[in-house]
C-alpha cells in the first residue's frame, strides 16, 4: 500500500518552497534591472555614436541644444522647438533610444494648453515630437557645449561649439540621465515625477553656493544640475564626448579645486 503525505511533511515542503522564492524573487528583480541598465548603456552608445557621425557631417560641430523656428509653430507635433533628440533623429532613426526602460512617468506639468492631451509615450498624440525632445531621459551638456544664439528668438535657440576645441574630449560630459523633477516652468506646476529632461548644467551651476564640497549635493533636479540616476541614487550613466559611455558616480563628475574651472573640468573640455 502507498503511502500518503502527512500533514507535517506538505507544511514543510511548502515552507521549504517559500524560502526559495524568498531567495529568488529579489534575485530576479535585481536582474531585471541589471538588463534594463545594461539596456539604457545601449541607448547612450547608440546616442553617442549618432552624435558622432552628425559631428562629421556637421564639420566637427556639436548639434545644438534646441533651436527654435517660430514659422513652425502651425506644425502641432514640436511648436517650433527642435530639440536635440529631433535633431539626431536622421543618425539614431529611433526615438525610444531617449527613453530609459526604468523610465515610464508623464507628469502634470507635461501638460498645456494648446495639446492637453500630451504624453511621452503617445505617437499619435498632438506633442509627441516636442515632448520627446524636451523631455528625454538623457541631458545634454549645455553650458560648455552649447552657446545661446544672438537675435530676437536668441533665448531659445543654441548652437553647438567646435568638437576639436576641448582638449579633454575622453574626460568631457556630453550626455547623461537626467530629470526635470523638482523643476518649476514659468506658468506651471512643479514636475514631481522623475520624468526626463533634454539638459544637464555643470557643478558650478548646481554645487551650493557656500560650499564646493561635493557631499553637500542633493538628489533632486535643483541639488544635481538636473543628473538623476535610475539605477543607483549615487550614480549615472555618462556619455562622454569621444563617444564612450560609463556608469560613474556624481561625485566623481565634480574637479578638485576652488574655481569654476577647476569643479567644471569634466564638462568644460580640460578634464585631468
Not at 165 to 175: H, K, R, Y
Not at 223 to 240: A, F, S
Amino acid at each position: 500500500m502507498r503511502r500518503a503525505f502527512t500533514l507535517i511533511e506538505l507544511l514543510v515542503v511548502i515552507a521549504i518552497i517559500a524560502i526559495l522564492a524568498a531567495i529568488l524573487f529579489p534575485v530576479f528583480s535585481q536582474a531585471k534591472l541589471a538588463a534594463k541598465k545594461t539596456s539604457s548603456i545601449s541607448n547612450m552608445k547608440q546616442i553617442a555614436l549618432g552624435t558622432q557621425l552628425y559631428i562629421g557631417d556637421a564639420d566637427d560641430v556639436l548639434p545644438p541644444l534646441r533651436w527654435y523656428n517660430p514659422a513652425d509653430l502651425s506644425i502641432p507635433s514640436t511648436y517650433g522647438f527642435y530639440f536635440y533628440p529631433v535633431l539626431l533623429q536622421p543618425y539614431t532613426k529611433n526615438t525610444e533610444l531617449f527613453l530609459d526602460p526604468n523610465d515610464k512617468g508623464d507628469d502634470s506639468a507635461m501638460r498645456f494648453s494648446a495639446c492637453p492631451a500630451a504624453a511621452r509615450f503617445d505617437k499619435s498624440g498632438c506633442a509627441y515630437w516636442y515632448l520627446t525632445g524636451a523631455f528625454p531621459s538623457y541631458g545634454f551638456n549645455r553650458k560648455y557645449l552649447n552657446t545661446a544664439t544672438t537675435g530676437a528668438f536668441g533665448a531659445l535657440s543654441y548652437s553647438g561649439v567646435s568638437a576639436t576645441s576641448l582638449a579633454a574630449p575622453a574626460e568631457t560630459v556630453i550626455f547623461a540621465e537626467a530629470t526635470g523633477k523638482d523643476l518649476v516652468s514659468p506658468g506651471q506646476p512643479i514636475v514631481r515625477q522623475p520624468v526626463g529632461y533634454h539638459r544637464v548644467d555643470a557643478p558650478s551651476f548646481w554645487l551650493p553656493a557656500a560650499s564646493a564640497d561635493p557631499a553637500a549635493i542633493g538628489i533632486d533636479a535643483r541639488t544635481q544640475g538636473q543628473l538623476w540616476g535610475r539605477y543607483d541614487p549615487k550614480k549615472v550613466i555618462v556619455n562622454w564626448l569621444d563617444g564612450h559611455t560609463k556608469f560613474v558616480p556624481i561625485n566623481s563628475l565634480v574637479g578638485q579645486g576652488t574655481t569654476v574651472a577647476e569643479r567644471d573640468r569634466f564638462w568644460n573640455g580640460l578634464g585631468n
